[in-house]
């Protein structure tokens, strides 16, 4: 990933206004750590942070088509590059860099501002004329990479990757919608991404596993493009371990194995002991895999509490629940010299995966709430892979979320899709089937259909209760009664919540910060339409409740008693004295 | 390296407190971006940020001896670890990490074990068995250290400023070579080499014995875990470090494991001095050389990061730290974690063009030991920072504590500059290095005179950085410059300019008594501008025509 922010018409051309807009683009510095460029025309600025993944040694930013009059500035992997290069040059045009984003300029040379259907891959990028001194702006389909638009006095547009890049000096800003362009001529958005699911009726084709099964492969092989080392976010589920086992099966043939080495590097996280380190490594085993553990304590996790929340810019509990370990592993796999994973975000939108899809009432109901889910990902799955791995100067790739990938697996009839005890088919069926290959078999049986843990529950039971123990010491009941008329957007219902709201407020105190980020009603990571499903769901409000579904037989069975271990906690991280029995870092690396 | 963090003995012990112990710990994230750790016990705090150069897998830190009642932060390469484990035989180690001696050092021998220590490091150590602490510093300051003071009676420990200035009501940089124990409340010189009494010194001069010397400070410095190179300007220094590491790569650990092709970096505006003179040296080497190029427009640009980081208004400092800082990106993005640097040399040999009229060996001793004692404020300063702000670590094997040794032991004479006998500055260095039988430079290199004080990136550099900060800074303000800044008045707009940058990040007034002031010519210290009459007048820190002693200078001038 890379970090842009782009400064448009601010009618300031100063060096102090140079100098701010510096100091801005820095606090994206961890984004692309590798180099930095800021183009000025005027009152407008691009500026970059660069994360080199393609071409390291000459594609730094911005990008320029051959006369210089159009200057781009992108974060973002477009996987297509080769072949739209291929069609450029055949209408005369020159590239001056390797990098995969150098097509864009030219892509708008040619076709004007209709060409972002054309880019497959994930992206955020910014596109100055100067010709008639007009822009542009575009985030990709899904909204895998993340971006933010915002407005000043001054008249001025903001762009930019985070929020903390605009929030100081914007009056008012929003998350810039996914799928969306933004121009300058018409000062609007305009939806360029179309695909038949957008519309959300119910498609009819019937379900055919290897047509999935292709579809899924050649999504993670474009995703080995890359310059660098890289590797497999790998937790032992079905998502990830089918990721690791497609990236594994065709790693051989690429160049990054020409380059890197033939052997595919998984990496995993969790308290030590916890069933994710289990499971992924039984995985990592079955295919070969160099396998990299890394443990953390509660401890560990709390004490980067306030650096996740400043760097995912979020107060969603189930969200930072789950960042917080892939933040913190994400700090490992870069010190390793890894600069890009592959990861397996999207699956359980896109098939239904999550333990609440067991009780849709039928098909047209199911089938619509995963277009929802789909929609909503780039404010929870996509923020949390994006913002963790970014933190570090690490990029995430999903292949679950690639463009082609989705128009098959939502063009499914959702019959096919739905939870089914009686014939054993439990959720992500057609997933699992599809890469059930007697012959050559991509993961052993008993993992392609087991059930996993949800919910950051992989990464240790006692986690979320070291949260929720930990933000009970700090939140008074006083605090919690006063909730409504001190937060009356999203009020933060537990003292968990309240305890990250308070650290998000710090750091961005903006009302149009707190509206950048969901709320409503939720049962274990539904929409607040399908808590209509079931009655007693309404009473039951936890955001990830593993126990309020009665769906997952594994997770009553281990879950004594959640009064229990919130007694436990306490102990664990009582006062500072008592810390030192947990040391600050334990965690491990095993080669 | 690494970013350390301590405090002691505050009053508040609360979750507060411990967050912002991580929000302070986490502005030296810079230095150490592989991870992270804090240690707290009761009112004490040990904060670590890890840079993993030697046995990354398992040296996170703190580290503690067996039972875990000692504690120790440090940033720093222990290069004698492995001959100090074998002293400690009766001790077991818990990590492969070079630094865990410390913890059993102190566990045998008490406080005075720091001259022990054969390497770069800071570290603060906790005994919990009697609350006592200790902190220590390395003989020359090549590794940044602070000590601050709280209003609650709490004392801090930083590797850089930033980290306990906003906390502290009173902080100076920490003294090289010393160690500060809890138990007497204050700093003690640890370092106690002959040269330090500035004594002129009467062995007589031998090549072999210096040119030795040398090479074991560089084979030393090979031990690493991680890819590494050498910063190559093409000056001696530099290009003699880059020969010394090509020619005893082969033996090393991390030959096996980063194969025998040593990389070279080098940095400069497109057609500079230094890129053509690196890339001879590279060439004739045989190194995998990596040439960067920055524009005036882009070291512009990063003046207020190099300021924040490098922690200094010095002008000389912060124009030679700009490149080296805008360098350490791109090599630390290249998968590199460590460079070898040349730094060190001028101080000890007499290296600066000013040196050349040095009135007598007396003064001529007295000015290079002067020089090294202050080291720790400028080039030590700049070769830590620049790197350490991407996460890149540099040794000096320049200032290996043995090879100062010799080197400040040698009758002073030879190091005297003799145009008549033809000895240019550093004479004794460069012979030490002619080899004819297995040259390790051509002798052209091996005697050139090189570019000095940052016109080496490019004359234009230094030209377009005035010219930058005359638009910024007015005529009326320098008129005021001594009723605003009335400690180390600026005395140009340029001084005036990066003043004001600091004074932004570091407002208060310890922070500006942190760098040091005073008259210099070409970098001399104060004492040395009364060796010429005329230098008085012209006291630009890097006064290239000032000096009347570099043709090449001279010619560009005209």
């Not at chain 1, 600069?339 to 098909?363: C, Q, R, T, W």
């Not at chain 2, 510093?137 to 000590?147: H, K, M, V, W």
Request: hydrophobic share 40%; net charge negative; aromatic share 10%.
């Amino acid at each position: 990933m890379c970090g842009i922010l782009a400064v448009l018409g601010c009618s300031d051309d100063s060096q102090a206004k140079r100098v701010r807009v510096l100091e801005l683009s820095r606090r994206l510095k961890h984004r692309g750590p590798d180099w930095s460029g800021l183009y000025q025309h005027g009152d407008n600025y691009l500026a970059h942070q660069r994360l080199a993944i393609i071409d390291p040694a000459s594609g730094d930013q911005p990008l320029f088509n051959e006369d210089e009059t159009v200057v781009v500035t992108v974060n973002g992997e477009i996987y297509n590059h080769e072949e739209l290069r291929k069609s450029l040059t055949l209408t005369g045009h020159k590239f001056r860099t390797g990098s995969d984003c150098d097509v864009i300029a030219h892509l708008y040379e040619e076709h004007g501002e209709d060409f972002v259907d054309m880019l497959d891959g994930m992206f955020s990028f910014v596109l100055l004329d100067t010709r008639n001194n007009t822009y542009i702006a575009a985030r990709d389909a899904i909204g895998i990479t993340s971006l933010y638009i915002g407005w000043g006095l001054d008249g001025s547009v903001w762009i930019s990757s985070e929020l903390k890049g605009l929030n100081d000096d914007c009056e008012h800003f929003e998350v810039f919608p996914p799928g969306h362009l933004y121009s300058s001529k018409t000062g609007g958005f305009k939806r360029w991404y179309n695909p038949r699911w957008f519309a959300e009726t119910i498609p009819s084709t019937p379900y055919d596993p290897l047509v999935l099964r292709r579809a899924f492969e050649n999504a993670v092989i474009k995703r080995l493009m890359t310059d660098v080392p890289f590797g497999v976010l790998l937790s032992g589920g079905l998502d990830s371990s089918l990721v690791a086992s497609i990236t594994a099966r065709y790693l051989a043939g690429t160049k990054a194995a020409k380059q890197w080495g033939a052997q595919l590097h998984s990496f995993c996280v969790g308290l030590e002991g916890s069933p994710d380190l289990k499971a992924a490594r039984e995985v990592a085993d079955y295919l070969g895999t160099v396998h990299h553990e890394f443990h953390f304590t509660v401890q560990d996790g709390i004490d980067a509490i306030e650096d996740v929340i400043y760097h995912i810019e979020t107060y969603d509990v189930t969200t930072i629940r789950a960042s917080t370990p892939m933040f913190l592993m994400s700090r490992k796999i870069k010190s390793l010299g890894v600069k890009m994973v592959i990861s397996g975000e999207g699956s359980d939108e896109i098939f239904g995966g999550y333990l609440y899809f067991h009780k849709a009432p039928n098909k047209e109901e199911f089938h619509e709430e995963t277009c929802r889910k789909i929609k909503a990902l780039h404010q929870y799955d996509c923020l949390r892979a994006n913002k963790s791995t970014s933190a570090w100067g690490l990029e995430a790739r999903v292949p679950f979320l690639d463009k082609e990938f989705i128009n098959v697996a939502m063009s499914i009839d959702p019959e096919a899709k739905m939870i089914n005890m009686d014939e054993k088919r439990i959720e992500k069926w057609i997933l699992r089937r599809a890469f059930d290959d007697e012959e050559h078999p991509y993961l052993p049986k008993h993992i392609l259909y087991r059930q996993k843990e949800q919910f950051s529950d992989g990464v240790g039971y006692s986690w979320i209760d070291g949260l929720k123990a930990h933000a009970e010491l700090h939140v008074t009941d006083r605090m919690m009664l006063h909730a409504g008329n001190i937060f009356p957007h999203n009020t933060p219902v537990t003292k968990e919540a309240y305890y990250y709201r308070m650290i998000f407020e710090r750091f961005f105190p903006q009302n149009s910060a707190k509206l950048t980020v969901p709320g409503g009603a939720s049962i274990a990571c539904s929409t607040a339409k399908a808590i209509e499903w079931d009655a007693s769901w309404s009473n039951n409000l936890d955001p990830s409740g593993r126990a309020a579904l009665g769906v997952h037989n594994a997770a009553y069975k281990k879950n004594t008693g959640p009064v229990g271990s919130v007694k436990l906690a306490p102990n664990i991280i009582d006062n500072v004295p008592r810390m030192m029995d947990i040391s600050a870092s334990e965690l491990v690396i095993q080669g | 390296m690494c970013g350390i963090l301590a405090v002691f003995g505050c009053v508040d012990c609360s979750q507060a407190k411990r967050a912002r112990i991580l929000e302070l710990s986490s502005r030296l994230r810079h230095r150490g971006p592989d991870w992270s750790g804090l240690h707290s016990e009761e009112d004490c705090y040990l904060a670590h940020q890890r840079l993993a150069i030697v046995d990354p897998a398992s040296g996170d830190q703190p580290l503690y001896n067996e039972d875990k009642s000692i504690i120790v932060t440090v940033n720093g390469e222990i290069y004698n670890h492995k001959a100090l484990r074998e002293q400690l035989k009766s001790h077991k180690f818990n990590t492969g990490s070079d630094c865990e001696v410390i913890a059993h050092l102190y566990e045998e021998y008490g406080e005075d074990f720091v001259h022990m220590l054969d390497g770069m490091f800071s570290f603060v150590l906790l005994d919990t068995r009697n609350k006592s602490y200790i902190a220590a510093r390395d003989a020359i300051g090549i590794t940044p250290l602070y000590i601050g003071w709280g209003l609650d009676g709490s004392v801090w420990f930083a590797s850089e400023m930033k980290a306990l200035s906003d906390d502290c009501e009173q902080f100076m940089a920490f003294l090289p070579g010393h160690i500060y124990s809890s138990k007497n409340g204050g700093m003690r010189r640890w370092y106690n080499p002959p040269w330090w009494s500035e004594l002129v010194p009467s062995t007589p001069y031998d090549p072999l014995v210096l040119r030795h010397a040398f090479e074991k400070a560089v084979v030393k410095r090979l031990m690493t875990d991680v890819p590494f190179g050498v910063l190559l300007s093409g000056g001696l220094d530099s290009s003699l470090v880059a020969a010394v590491a090509s020619r005893h790569l082969i033996d090393s650990e991390a030959y096996c494991q980063w194969g025998s092709q040593l990389h070279t970096f080098c940095i400069g505006l497109k057609g500079s001095p230094d890129l053509v003179a690196a890339r001879e040296v590279a060439d004739y080497l045989g190194t995998r050389h990596h040439e960067f190029y920055f524009t005036v427009q882009e070291g512009i640009d990063a003046l207020e990061e190099v300021i924040y980081h490098i922690e200094t208004y010095d002008v000389t400092t912060i124009r030679a730290s700009t490149p080296m800082f805008l360098m350490s990106r791109k090599i630390k993005s290249l998968g590199v974690k460590m460079v070898l640097s040349g730094e060190g040399s001028d101080e000890i040999f007499g290296g600066y063009l000013y040196f050349h009229k040095a009135p007598n060996k007396e003064e001529f001793h007295e000015e290079t030991c002067r020089k090294i004692k202050a080291l720790h404020l400028y080039d030590c300063l700049r070769a830590n920072k620049s790197t350490s702000a991407w996460g890149l670590e540099a040794r000096v094997p320049f200032l290996d504590k043995e090879f100062i040794n010799v080197a400040m032991s040698i009758d002073p004479k030879w190091k005297m500059i003799d145009r008549d006998n033809g000895r240019i500055e550093k004479w004794v260095l460069r012979n030490a290095f002619d080899d004819d039988e297995k040259p390790y430079l051509p002798k052209h290199i091996l005697y050139r005179q090189k570019e000095q004080f940052s016109d080496g990136v490019g004359y234009s550099w230094i030209d377009g950085l005035r010219d930058h900060a005359n638009k910024q800074v007015t005529d009326s303000m320098l008129a005021n410059a001594n009723f605003v800044y009335p400690e180390n008045t600026p005395a140009t707009k340029e001084a005036y300019y990066y003043r004001k940058i600091f004074e932004k990040f570091f407002p208060k007034n310890a922070a500006r008594l942190t760098v040091p002031g005073g008259p210099s010519v070409a970098c001399s210290t104060a004492k040395a501008v009364e060796w010429d009459a005329s230098w008085s007048k012209n006291l630009d820190p890097s006064g290239r025509a000032a000096l009347g002693v570099h043709a090449a200078a001279y010619e560009d001038t005209k």
